[in-house]
């Protein structure tokens, strides 16, 4: 049994059915469906050991757990329904979330627009209400409360003390955590806000290899970004390139723990030792090789995040994206390629004000053009994005958001998901303003309307790709359950909208 | 992590501005860029209400937090455990912490 306990809520502690884009559902209120069913569909339960040890657990807890388990301490993650059996000999409890209260994007403008709390946050705060936590805290437990959601607790202080959470490390934890753990367990005093900068962050030498398998077999590549965009706190990290030798050691870890894919986890993956921003054929070429090698034919494969630019450069220049995908990638049991990408507007004006490198090497009033190039490229090789919009960034006109929507409309023909999300302070902004339901225009809710066409046009063909196998049939049929569901309430939705403009 | 942390006891009210600058100023000259900032208020987590701003202004600084309530005022020696310590304070430091400081530490008092 485990002195040190590192847990999450079940939104976060699943595997999604083995299939991540499923796991942002849990950022959604719960619609058209009960809560459980809801809940079964985004976040189900993983498989456990006896202690109550998940098979696979999110990537940062797994590095957090490897640096306290060489450090020496009796750490290890839990899931959240077998907390009991760690009470007596519980004396640190750690905690961790990608959106502990639901600001973050894109939970915080399903919330908005739908006016109803979002699942995430009611399974957390389940959590923390838990009699077991709650037991823990009245036997003098430590909380210490840290992942990249951290920031969060700066707008719920009154739960910080009402829940009893000791301690928030906002930042990286490698250098932290066990100076902070060992003063937890002697009892000495703790800091009520620890906050990791830049300079605090680990080298990549004092970054562990993950010791147990990761949610969806995530391994990382390389840590912060080049880009330089000013809503986005990954870019205020230092930039660290994990070497292979280091990825082919959490690939084993997985694989040999039953997980039956990989996810590639990079803010841009095409950017794995590039030469700036413009990505190199030879180190992606080896690291898809000889991961692939290890995931077999069978095996799933996605990347977690890849920029526009390097996507068309990549193309444009060697090929590369065409040669990835048909050579190493795409098979008869892998008929797609996921991935995150970032459109977040199609104005050049607001491109160089907030996020000018990330059309880099191209300048930023091609930016339009880059979009199209790379969607392009993306549907003719069967690379699937869930694109994102930035709704409210500081700055912006409604000019700016016309020429967003005259964007979207020359994206029609390629296989996407384009989600719009409303505007949440962080990275080099995070003392702006929050973009709320309140401040959204006409121009705004025509630009959501396309957005929502655009995705429920194409999710009928994604859903039947992505979940094409027997096994997935009955996800396939709620999931298209929901998405008719969407289509039938849309002008209930839309009338909401319009009621918002009229105040 | 290379030069050990300054010590920042907050006794007095302090605006965000004046201690963003303040916190500059004593980076760049003990070459540090890591802080214990001990905020002798409530001891509450609304506490840190009052240094959202500077939270919320950096990025570079590694910055940990205490909340102490003026109980622990008398105890605040033995919480800070080396380096240098600046004080924001509206009168004179805090005799205990006067005490345990003399000799190996430094205190500058801020008004």
Redesign the interface.
């Known amino acids: 049994m485990f002195e040190v306990v590192l847990t999450t809520d079940r939104t976060m502690m699943s595997n999604h059915h083995g299939k991540e884009f499923l796991g942002f559902i849990a950022t959604g209120p719960p619609i058209g469906m009960p809560e459980w069913l809801w809940m079964r569909l985004a976040a189900p339960k993983v498989r456990v050991d006896e202690l109550g040890r998940p098979i696979e657990a999110p990537y940062g807890m797994r590095k957090i757990e490897a640096v306290l388990q060489e450090a020496g301490f009796n750490a290890g993650i839990v899931d959240p329904d077998h907390l009991h059996k760690h009470l007596d000999t519980m004396k640190v409890l750690m905690l961790s979330h990608h959106d502990y209260f639901a600001y973050g994007p894109p939970s915080s403008e399903w919330w908005a627009l739908t006016g109803l709390e979002p699942l995430n946050r009611r399974s957390f705060f389940k959590l923390m209400n838990s009699p077991t936590i709650r037991k823990a805290k009245e036997r003098g437990v430590k909380i210490i409360a840290g992942g990249p959601a951290a920031w969060q607790w700066?707008y719920e202080?009154?739960l910080?003390?009402k829940w009893g959470?000791d301690v928030v490390v906002?930042?990286e934890g490698e250098?932290?955590v066990v100076d902070l753990v060992r003063k937890a367990l002697s009892g000495e005093?703790?800091?009520?806000?620890?906050?990791?900068?830049?300079?605090?962050s680990p080298k990549v030498e004092e970054i562990p290899v993950i010791k147990g398998a990761s949610v969806n077999g995530l391994v990382e590549i390389m840590r912060g970004c080049p880009r330089g965009c000013k809503f986005c706190s990954v870019t205020?990290r230092p930039l660290r390139y994990v070497p292979l030798e280091k990825i082919l050691a959490e690939v084993e870890v997985n694989l040999r723990s039953g997980v039956k894919g990989i996810i590639l986890h990079s803010e841009d993956v095409l950017l794995y030792h590039a030469d700036g921003v413009r990505p190199r054929p030879e180190p992606l070429l080896r690291l898809h090789e000889e991961v692939l090698k290890r995931v077999g034919e069978r095996g799933g494969f996605a990347w977690a995040h890849a920029s526009l630019a390097a996507i068309k450069y990549a193309e444009d220049t060697y090929g590369l994206m065409s040669k990835l995908v048909g050579e190493y990638i795409l098979n008869d049991h892998r008929k797609l390629l996921g991935v995150e990408v970032g459109i977040e507007t199609g104005s050049p004006e607001l491109v160089r004000k907030i996020m000018a490198a990330k059309s880099a090497p191209y300048p930023p009033e091609q930016w339009p053009e880059v979009v199209e190039d790379a969607f392009r490229i993306m549907h003719e090789n069967m690379i699937v994005p869930a694109a994102t919009v930035i709704l409210g960034i500081p700055g912006e006109t409604p000019d700016d958001v016309v020429k967003t929507i005259d964007l979207l409309d020359r994206l029609k023909p390629y296989r996407s998901i384009i989600v719009p999300m409303f505007f949440v302070?962080m990275g080099?902004l995070?003392?702006g303003e929050w973009f709320l339901r309140e401040h959204l225009t006409r121009e705004h809710v025509d630009a959501m309307l396309k957005m929502y066409e655009h995705s429920t046009y194409w999710a009928e063909h994604i859903i039947d790709t992505y979940l094409s196998s027997a096994v997935h049939l009955p996800l396939r049929l709620l999931l298209k359950y929901f998405l008719r569901y969407v289509r039938r309430n849309v002008s209930k939705y839309r009338g909401k909208l319009e009621e918002l403009l009229k105040k | 992590m290379s030069a050990p942390p300054i010590n920042v006891v907050i006794l007095s009210h302090v605006s965000p501005s004046k201690l963003l600058t303040k916190l500059a100023e004593l980076s760049g000259r003990f070459g540090s860029r890591r802080f214990n900032i001990f905020l002798v208020r409530g001891g509450k987590a609304e506490d840190l209400e009052e240094l959202k701003d500077l939270i919320l202004s950096n990025y570079v600084w590694s910055i940990s937090i205490y909340l102490l309530s003026s109980n622990d005022l008398h105890n605040l020696a033995s919480k800070i455990c080396g380096g240098r310590v600046v004080l924001f304070s509206s009168g004179e430091a805090d005799p205990s912490l006067r005490e345990h400081c003399r000799g190996n530490l430094e205190i500058e008092v801020v008004e």
Do not use: I, Q, S, T
């Not at chain 1, 005093?189 to 605090?200: E, I, Q, S």
């Open positions: 700066l202080l009154e910080m003390d959470v906002d930042g250098n932290v005093p703790l800091p009520r806000y620890v906050y990791v900068g830049a300079d605090g205020l302070p080099a995070k003392r």
